[in-house]
């Protein structure tokens, strides 16, 4: 199937239009205005340098857990543990940080943010052990492991963190924080970090690993064909391990970041951290290219933030911006579709375009 | 507190909670055998535990206690009608499985969250439903000795029908032509095209029927569990019910014994509590239990899981 018949960016950009239709359809059934909210959305989210900062900010996280799934994908594995190692990396983060309190500032963030990110990979790398070991599922794995790990962390957070009668632990202290004042001043008081710059740097890191790298080139090739990777002469075993400990030190470090630059505590909650799963949906949009990955989750963000206005300035459900990311992402899925169109002609017949499917 | 009334306390506890599990974890192999990886499980448990709610508030009063069951079917039309999306972007268009799977998953919980709100102005949960299903004791078989009091009494009715469609399911793969064609396109689609099974048609099936049964696999939860249809009605069981069907190796009576062996452990946190011996076990450690043992026995017992050997590919004619 030939990809690339429609020039690089086409279809990203026709499936966010789709998107956004999608969502203006929606909105026009059930009496919503669909031009007023869209422009609430964007006003909300880049109308302002505090918008900005927390768009920026909000893009961390995804970015972070987006690379780890994709560093997993890429050897073959579908990680869906993100949700998880990233609150192991926010819960680690956040120890660190209340048990090493004495510390100079630098050291106490950078020793914060890396046992985060080590726990997470850790935590991580069990399934990686076990695929590589014992050919266990990575998909039930990790989901099993997603589950303990929330009940550790609230049992943790509730029986050693917290105060008497407390969900939440004590907050950071101010120098590890790293919304520091300065950055605060210059947004407006937003959420916007120097983990975004962390994030970015990583992005950077992952990108060369990949392209430059033995390492991340036998993880691609594991990814590509397992037993072919063998003959070659690559160590499957150990690449499916280190594949899957990256991953999960991507994602902790997200965790790490957010617990130390937005959340500045940890709370009991009865539910996964949402951020794992959408940074799934991030690294598909972006087609696991690292690159791709900081604009699709600039888009994220853009829908996640903007979408919090669109409820405070009138009555439309906020939902409506996860269903334009969801039908931006479908379309993104079926680019088959375009290229059919595109083929065809944009006049054919919608079912003569399904049965061209079937019949290649 | 007596054996009889704990083994009793079990055994309903571990049916009430495996009955979403199974329904949905037989809708994961429908798709799979068929050759469409299907992480959007979780996906259409939401849309039928919505479809299933909205239906039950609005229809209780006519139905009276026939609602619930009335609802199952709804909610499975729902989970029905939502696959298709899934069946014409991996069938039709070619879609990466996972990416698919992942839409449904985005999408569910987003599109019934804002119905809900267009619906019940404004609110994004459902008030608490009237006619729910309760429990239900078996007329004759509850009167055998022992067994019929902790297998038939008070137990959730639901969950044996789950049981008994479980193996219907299974006799419907091993057993019958139909069953055997939609296991040929999962395994090798181009040897099944060859002998003249319509591949497309088979691969819709699956993935339509897994909806189906996805969609009361939320209803149930929704009918008998939650009770109201929120955001959080279904968390993680789709997930839960995808590792079922991996753990029971594709086949829907592994899929079952699996979705009633995560029940069984989803009761241990509750049990447990009045067991002398674990009573002053700390609570944690049951509620991680359910987790860590699958990984245990899927490590010591099951060794690599093998799907359909072109579960996940998609099939283009002539390639």
Not at chain 1, 17 to 34: C, H, T
Not at chain 1, 190 to 209: E, M, P, R
Not at chain 1, 225 to 230: C, T
């Amino acid at each position: 199937m030939n990809t690339k018949s429609l020039k690089g960016l086409a279809i990203p950009l026709v499936s966010v239009l789709a998107g956004f239709i999608v969502g203006a359809i929606l909105m026009l059934i059930f009496g919503y205005d669909p031009i007023q909210n869209y422009q609430n959305l964007l006003v909300g989210s880049l109308g302002g340098v505090y918008s900005i900062g927390e768009t920026l900010r909000n893009m961390i996280s995804l970015i972070l857990t987006a690379l780890g799934f994709a560093v997993a994908s890429k050897a073959g594995f579908f990680n869906i543990g993100g949700p998880g190692q990233y609150l192991i990396g926010w819960f680690g983060a956040i120890v660190f940080t209340l048990k090493f309190s004495h510390l100079p500032a630098v050291i106490l963030i950078i020793g914060a943010l890396l046992c985060g990110a080590l726990a997470g990979g850790l935590w991580s790398m069990i399934a990686g052990v076990l695929r590589a070991y014992f050919g266990t599922s990575e998909v039930i794995t990790t989901i099993m492991l997603n589950y303990i790990i929330l009940y550790i962390v609230n049992f943790a957070v509730k029986s050693w963190l917290a105060s008497k009668g407390s969900d939440s632990s004590p907050n950071i202290t101010s120098k590890a924080n790293l919304n520091t004042p300065f950055l605060q001043h210059i947004t407006d008081n937003s959420t916007f970090n120097w983990g975004f710059f962390i994030a970015l740097a990583v992005v950077a890191l992952v990108w060369f690993y990949f392209n430059k790298t033995k390492s991340g080139f036998e993880i691609q090739a594991v990814g590509l064909n397992e037993s072919a990777s063998q003959y070659a002469g690559v160590n499957v075993k150990r690449t499916i391990i280190i594949a899957m400990l990256i991953s999960g030190l991507l994602a902790g470090l997200g965790g790490a970041i957010d617990g130390l630059g937005n959340f500045e505590n940890i709370s009991v909650s009865n539910n996964l951290p949402n951020v794992g799963f959408n940074g799934m949906a991030v690294a598909l949009l972006a087609a696991e290219n690292p690159i791709g990955i900081v604009f699709a989750a600039l888009l994220f963000s853009v829908l996640q933030i903007g979408g919090l206005s669109i409820s405070v300035y009138s009555n439309t459900p906020s939902e409506i911006v996860d269903i334009v990311i969801a039908s931006i992402i479908f379309f993104v899925g079926i680019k088959y579709a375009f290229e059919l169109m595109a083929k065809k002609g944009w006049f054919n017949r919608k079912n003569k375009v399904g049965k061209g499917g079937a019949e290649k | 507190m007596s054996l009889t009334t704990i083994l009793m306390t079990v055994f309903s506890t571990t049916f009430v909670y495996a009955a979403p599990l199974i329904f949905t974890a037989l809708g994961g192999t429908f798709s799979e055998r068929s050759g469409v990886v299907n992480v959007g499980l979780e996906g259409m448990m939401i849309i039928g535990a919505f479809g299933s709610t909205v239906f039950n508030l609005t229809f209780a009063s006519t139905f009276g206690s026939l609602t619930p069951w009335i609802s199952l079917f709804v909610g499975a039309l729902f989970g029905l009608v939502f696959s298709v999306l899934h069946a014409v972007a991996t069938v039709t268009f070619r879609a990466d499985h996972i990416i698919s799977g992942t839409v449904l998953n985005l999408m569910a919980p987003a599109l019934a969250v804002f119905l809900t709100r267009v619906i019940y102005e404004g609110k994004g949960q459902t008030p608490v439903i009237n006619q729910s299903m309760g429990d239900f004791t078996f007329p004759i078989l509850s009167k055998i000795p022992f067994i019929g009091k902790i297998l038939f009494t008070n137990t959730s009715l639901v969950a044996f029908i789950a049981i008994i469609v479980g193996i219907l399911c299974w006799y419907f793969f091993f057993r019958t032509s139909i069953g055997l064609r939609m296991r040929s396109v999962g395994e090798n689609p181009a040897a099944a095209d060859t002998l003249g099974i319509n591949v497309v048609k088979y691969k819709y099936m699956g993935v339509l029927i897994s909806g189906f049964f996805g969609g009361i696999g939320g209803a149930v939860m929704a009918q008998s569990i939650t009770l109201n249809f929120s955001a959080s009605t279904i968390s993680g069981q789709g997930f839960m019910s995808l590792a079922a069907m991996i753990f029971g190796k594709w086949n829907p009576l592994g899929a079952t014994g699996a979705a009633l062996f995560f029940g069984l452990a989803q009761s241990l946190p509750i049990i447990g509590a009045y067991i002398p011996i674990l009573s002053h076990v700390n609570s944690v450690w049951f509620q991680i239990a359910p987790y860590a043992i699958t990984i245990i026995v899927l490590v010591i017992f099951l060794g690599k899981a093998v799907a359909p050997a072109a579960d996940g590919q998609n099939y283009i004619k002539g390639k």
